[in-house]
């Protein structure tokens, strides 16, 4: 399905507000299903042409709550509700619902959104001075310097002969 910028969508409703053309025509003419035109013509009834305005929104779970509330109290259908409170689609007002009815109140909790931080490393638990494991974990600590000290050495003196070898020409 195509995106529509907001001129687009406003020309869309003027020709349904017009009375010349059906939903169902105008929908078919620009591409899209006749219930997505018959929400912007809701939304644009509701609150203008800045209903189409739609700066990204975490909506809080107070406000789920009442949009959930007055959908019960007023017998309005998940559509309207939508066009009322200017929330970009129903689908998300259904899953509010599925997830109210199943979980309670935590599914409309807000949820952090992308990639988890990495976890930080835990401090084990250093072993006493003197114990058997601290000193296990010393002498590994100290192979594994000696180890790296010879690498080191080893390239200083390669680096070093290849040097000499290039003088001698």
């Known amino acids: 399905m195509a995106k529509f910028n907001l001129e ?12 010349s053309e059906g939903v169902k025509f105008i929908a078919k003419s620009i ?22 305005i739609k700066p990204y ?9 009442d949009v959930l509330n007055y959908i019960k109290e007023t017998g309005t ?5 939508a066009a009322i409170f200017n929330i970009a689609t129903h689908s998300t007002i259904q899953k509010w619902q599925k997830g109210f009815e199943l979980h ?4 409309l909790k807000p949820t952090q959104k992308g990639r ?10 250093q072993p006493l001075e003197g114990s058997e494991e601290a000193l296990r974990a010393e002498i590994e ?20 002969r290849l040097q000499n070898k290039t003088k001698r020409r």
Do not use: C
């Open 104 to 107: 309670g109140i935590d599914a």
């Open 77 to 81: 259908s998940i559509r309207e509700t």
């Open 116 to 125: 988890p931080p990495m976890k930080k490393e835990t401090n084990k638990p």
């Open 8 to 19: 687009e969508k406003i020309e869309a409703v003027i020709r349904y507000q017009q009375g």
């Open 31 to 52: 591409g899209v299903h006749h219930t997505v035109l018959l929400n912007w013509i809701k939304q644009v009834e509701h609150h203008g042409a800045d209903a189409f």
């Open 141 to 160: 600590r100290l192979r594994m310097e000696n180890a790296y000290l010879k690498k080191l050495n080893a390239l200083i003196q390669e680096k070093e």
């Open 57 to 65: 929104t975490s909506y809080t779970t107070e406000f789920k709550l």
